[in-house]
């Protein structure tokens, strides 16, 4: 195959009504990036006109992903304004604090392009919440990317999509939690102020860069828990969208103990989440309201009375699969989910929301097939 | 290395005075038949004088446990009450219910015989419990064989293992949460009526049978849960524990949601414990709490403030380590232990059991190293 | 979602000319089969009509291959001749045996049918080659789904499936091996009496019948080699590729040592290939070699000096990847290919095969971007 | 427990007679060095005295290494000539280069202690070879750490070990290749101008300092040669060993090509080895060849015919399995061996010299036992 040769670029490209939208990507070196471009690479609606980086920059696509096949092999750009003018779309995959910075930057110079921030800078709404947990300045509050959650108000996050030009996409973590408990604590089915969740997560997650204990002799054989008693920062995420989708206030006392275990998967994120239900709920109501929210959801599948979702049957694919249960003898609800959090957690999302800003069809470029085994 | 060759007895073998008690291993070709074997095979004072299995009978066990040298390379043995006659310790690692029927009939035949049953025939107390979550008829309670368990009266399990001639070793997903929560639901630092725990496991808990979905490709890059909902056999049995160790009865409402997850490990067991505090419990009284009943127990680790265990720092040792903390937020208390399922959660408690009944010092034979990475 | 819904057939689909081939895949419910479904749920230009199984029959897809998503659910259906009536193709994936007799009915009673085997049944051309591998009786010689493979007279492979109606799918680590040495045995670049292959596979190649050897507790952290010594059934496949790549016959001494070694990875095969060079062949003529029987192959990617695969570059792709060298020391050539023995070891060289029958487009519904990490 | 409190030195320890050997051992936080530190743990014979660290000194053991229980839970210190004074062993766990420096710094000030270093820089004989694969000045040649080489005289290498004050612990790879293929070399069964080793890897034999592509997310799922085409050092000290074992020399030209694979284990080599036999040779021929040369060895076990080993079965244990096989088709020789990359492939390598060295019991304080599933 000519690998290296770049898609030549014929007349009718430059036609205005047809041409595609023009899409950068920033830090394609890294997990999230590179998912983003593995999933481009089978978007028919965009176009990947530039990709960068930052150690990686100089080198070709191919050096650093070779698992993606763009059509040719461009070469990894050094991440400036100026590299990213001239772009419909830019899909931010830096670390939280350097994505609020090249977003300032670009807003200001082209305040018309379709911005996702994959990274945390402007997903909360209250600077109080970003201090305390970010612990550095709150960069703003752009448009949540998370199209099913439903409102309050009897809408759905998706609605606000439409037009957004900065969409915050949300946190791995945070959309397994916040998707799989949204209905129950819309519905005062569960104790709103003893939610519980224990996620088994997989090392995709903590990223591309080189620490010790993610190498893989550190974290085969291990089940190891981390920020634990409080500290995790998709916490008050996950407590804004339960708001956003119940109505409740800072002062109703919604309560969250959340408690990651890395587990050696690469993707994947397995959100048990608990609550002690409120009088009489079932598990026939707990899977009536997942039902009610979701069940028009394409990427949404709740499961059967009995059936629980693996992380194995996610990977790839942009769908959260929720099952759900009550105890009866502890009168505790059990409510499980299951996503790629490179996928649905993370460029899945990103690309769901542009195509909604794009006014594209909300599936195009993601698939519900996963891959397995 | 003369591998088939049997060790040769000499005479002061044969004095009484010194003669290593003889110990027969029941189920050697499944996990934790074998894990037994692999502990004796370290162990100074006793003897494995035979192995027995069912499908493998006829085959030598370097056939079916290459990775176990105990000087030499016995034939396993049909299980009856003839093969197992003539021993000072049998040790049962037999499917419950098949675990019950050769107890009883051993125990007929030869009544002095230090049994320990490794399934969980004998456990519970309650024929009721043992009606609901095992439907099958109860087989009667030996003595609970987990030495570090503190009991209602201050004393621990261990004074009733010294003279113990049956003893019920105890689940591993059982010991670690009992072992977490009994310090703290003994002193009253959580609520007792919603405690949780969500248990990523490996697979060797699941045992050698080949089941489809144990296989490697099915069990690889994913997290399964099982046993959703209150079903879980351990339930009771830990309901059990905290009974013991705290003087609660059934009214008292102890409560329980329990949720295993299988991650792709082979050994090791993390139980992520959570309650919400009582009032004003802090970290300092939930550590204060478990180094009180802990501080003496060679096998069990109590962290510092901000440490929690991994299940990879405890492969192949017998000891449990459990850290905790007080989610200020929230208002949880978060409780997280690891041990090897196979050895604190089965043959090292075995073990460590058999070493007290014997009146061998208690640590003989168990190791604090652990394998990694 | 509302998963359970067959897809609304409307009128046009009545129209013989724009109907879209009806296949029935047999064996959905182990990998092979799963594999080739999922693939099939993205391609555009066929419809699935039929699954069946074995055990399994009467329940839905979603219980035995939740990752799939065909738009609808079906239910599995026996297999037999009838449920496979009315089909333009057929995919065979059984143990091999099987499918030789389902083969033998089904072309008989619908000798128009596009029938792919994804079985060894219909590869050989040797029936002594068969009796002695296989030690059962020859079902016959069905037109090789290998594409790529270069014949010695100067054409493809690919030439001959364009009019097959029997097309057998190649054996996945016959895959690996004969597209990497193709090019040099048919040039003389390497001593072809001295063939040596080792090849780290996954356990998903092994199928996804319960044996206790797949056991994950099994498979996890170990290497182990089996078919050593000459016994494996891909020896004779891959010396009568290298037969029809060459030209070279039976008498010209072809010898293949062939050395699986099962890894702890789901799917992939890294073949790693060496043989004594003939005077004078140099790195670059490997490479010049493998060029100019591959540049223009569109699932074959020849890396650049000093570049070797990794079996994580191909998972979910139809690619083969291949690096090769020579070592000035040891006077060998190490060329090393990697696959993912499920897609393009299976199930993907079968739709490609099946592609290029139909008159489709030959990558239709297949993909060189992997999944990864 | 009482984790941090040192051991109780009573009065006889003081008695010079009876005192233990104090053993330091240098670069504690790294793979090798806790492993040595592991395997110290449980031998009678020797004292920890002290341990070293580079970044990490001043921490604790136990920060950095939680697996271990020495006792007690030394600081580490800084390395120096200093703190490694007034030691009997000290065993250096560094990267080459730094392992020469500080070896020749200690002999200098030290020449009665027992050294031994468990990196590359005392290896090789020849400083051309050293000059070659290492590119640095070579450290000079200390005597080779591996027991049961036998001699081209009729000798083992162990019988060197015993009064040596300078012991050189072999590379990992190299033990796999070298003990599998000593004895048919030796024996001319085997061309040895056409020696072939591929060897699947675990992680842990790269170390423990960050690098990307030892991450979890790029490890699994994968299989990844590296040092293809005749790079790898290990090469000269394989070829060196076959030469003492053979009596061979550098013109008869000796040839091996090797090629590592990274597999997703963490601990374990396999060495799958190959090479045309010579005329006649039989797979009794080969058996009967590793029998005599190790049939009284206690850490190498050589199989019975059609049986190979597996890492899984040495994990943790000090052993080497051997299997062998000739391919009546191919004409070649199979030789496959498996070891654990830190115990016989290092740390216990080590600890066997050094007994060898302290002129304790070649065995005291390693296992034949390993550690499965």
Request: net charge negative; with cysteine; proline share 6%.
């Given at each position: ?24 990507v920033?830090g394609a070196?890294g997990?999230a990036g590179g ?58 995959a ?280």
């Amino acid at each position: 195959m000519a690998s290296e040769t770049a898609p030549t670029t014929g007349p009718t490209d430059t036609d205005a009504q047809t041409r595609r939208p023009r899409v950068a990507v920033v830090g394609a070196s890294g997990y999230a990036g590179g998912e983003t471009l593995r999933l481009l690479s089978g978007h028919p609606g965009v176009e990947v006109a530039t990709v960068t980086a930052h150690s990686s920059a100089g080198k070709r696509l191919s050096e650093v992903a070779p698992h993606i096949d763009l059509g040719h092999d461009p070469v990894l750009q050094e991440t400036s304004v100026e590299t990213l003018s001239g772009h419909d779309v830019v899909v931010l995959a830096l670390p939280h604090g350097e994505s609020g910075r090249i977003a300032a930057a670009l807003r200001e110079e082209y305040p018309d392009v379709l911005v996702l921030d994959l990274a945390a800078d402007h997903r909360l709404e209250s600077a109080e919440d970003w201090a305390e947990y970010y612990r550095s300045e709150h960069s703003g509050t752009w448009t949540y990317g998370m199209p099913e959650l439903p409102l309050a108000d009897g809408t759905r996050q998706r609605e606000l999509l439409r037009t957004a030009r900065e969409i915050a996409v949300p946190g791995c973590n945070a959309t397994a939690v916040s998707l799989a408990l949204a209905p129950l604590v819309r519905k005062g089915l569960i104790d709103h102020q003893v939610l519980n969740a224990v996620l088994p997560v997989g090392y995709s997650g903590a990223g591309r860069s080189a620490k010790q204990h993610l190498l893989f002799s550190e974290a085969s054989g291990t089940a190891a828990p981390y920020a634990v008693g409080g500290s995790h920062r998709h916490v008050p995420e996950v407590l804004q969208n339960l708001r956003r989708a119940s109505g409740l206030t800072r002062e109703d006392g919604l309560r969250l103990t959340f408690t990651p275990v890395l587990v050696p998967i690469s993707r994947g994120i397995l959100a048990v989440c608990t609550a002690p239900v409120t009088d009489g709920t079932t598990t026939e109501d707990l899977l009536a309201a997942l039902n009610e929210d979701y069940g028009d959801e394409h990427f949404v599948t709740v499961l059967p009375e009995g059936v629980f979702p693996a992380t194995g049957e996610v990977t790839g694919a942009n769908t959260i699969r929720i099952g759900a249960a009550v105890d009866r003898h502890s009168g505790q609800a059990t409510v499980i989910s299951a996503i790629d959090n490179l996928v649905k957690g993370t460029a899945g999302a990103a690309l769901q929301s542009m195509n909604l800003a794009l006014g594209l069809p909300e599936t195009v470029g993601l698939t519900r097939t996963a891959l397995a085994p």
